[in-house]
């Protein structure tokens, strides 16, 4: 399979609790981006990198969020002290350097009680 | 900053009938991109059909063709001999040239009946 791959599928947590998420882009991809989806609402952009330098983010991502991308490659999401708040659909795309068609990844389900 | 409406929550359409789905955008934007995506109840986008807002001729894909009207800021998605496995939610979605900020609309629920 060479799409986009998340992990986990789903998470559940405490409210409190840090929980990281990650991604696998298209291998080669050199754009990565991160998005957010509540129920009813279309994905909001959090933060894009350009292989390993994150390029932007959106305000939507407060200090309590951080996304790495090492090495280029896969891509974690972390958020740290979770509030109910928190609780969405984060997704994953990729695109190659120049194109504007994102490929994204099923989703990471996150339910904070 | 670019907003992205769409009007309609719910549709529903009868199986082989056709359906056509509205989008408005607001941008000052000469150059850009327009999008409609597809998200299936396994949550998966997956990208529709694509226009590029200096091209005049609408895009189309097989059985899925837009109508952009630039002037206008719509660009609304037809559904022609609608599937049984066209059911999903739709989103459009505007992308400035150079930008990788893409913006959704908060979607449309179509429903294909049998």
């Given at each position: 399979d060479t799409g986009v791959s998340q992990n986990p599928r789903h998470?559940?947590?405490?409210?409190?609790?840090?929980?990281?998420?990650?991604?696998?882009?298209?291998?080669?991809?050199?754009?990565?981006?991160?998005?957010?989806?509540?129920l009813g609402q279309g994905p909001e952009f959090l933060t894009y990198f350009q292989n390993e330098a994150q390029l932007e983010k959106s305000r939507l991502l407060s200090d309590r969020f951080s996304a790495e991308r090492p090495k280029g490659s896969f891509s974690t999401l972390e958020i740290q002290r979770t509030e109910q708040g928190d609780s969405a659909m984060y997704l994953c795309a990729s695109s190659p350097t120049g194109g504007e068609k994102l490929f994204f990844g099923s989703g990471?389900?996150?339910?904070v009680l | 900053?670019?907003?992205?409406?769409?009007s309609q929550p719910e549709m529903s359409v009868q199986e082989a009938e056709t359906v056509t789905l509205s989008c408005t955008y607001d941008?000052?934007?000469?150059?850009?991109?327009?999008?409609?995506?597809?998200?299936?109840?396994?949550?998966?986008?997956?990208?529709?059909?694509?226009?590029?807002?200096?091209?005049?001729?609408?895009?189309?894909?097989?059985?899925f063709s837009v109508n952009f009207q630039k002037a206008a800021k719509s660009f609304s998605l037809k559904i022609s001999d609608s599937q049984l496995g066209d059911t999903a939610m739709y989103f459009c979605a505007f992308m400035k040239y150079n930008n990788n900020d893409m913006r959704f609309g908060a979607g449309t629920r179509l429903t294909v009946k049998p």
């Open positions: 998470k559940i947590t405490k409210r409190g609790q840090n929980v990281t998420f990650r991604c696998d882009p298209i291998s080669e991809h050199n754009r990565l981006y991160w998005y957010r989806q509540t990471t389900q996150l339910s | 900053a670019q907003t992205v409406t769409q941008t000052s934007e000469s150059n850009y991109y327009l999008f409609w995506y597809k998200q299936p109840p396994s949550r998966q986008m997956i990208l529709v059909i694509r226009q590029e807002a200096y091209k005049q001729q609408n895009a189309t894909e097989n059985r």
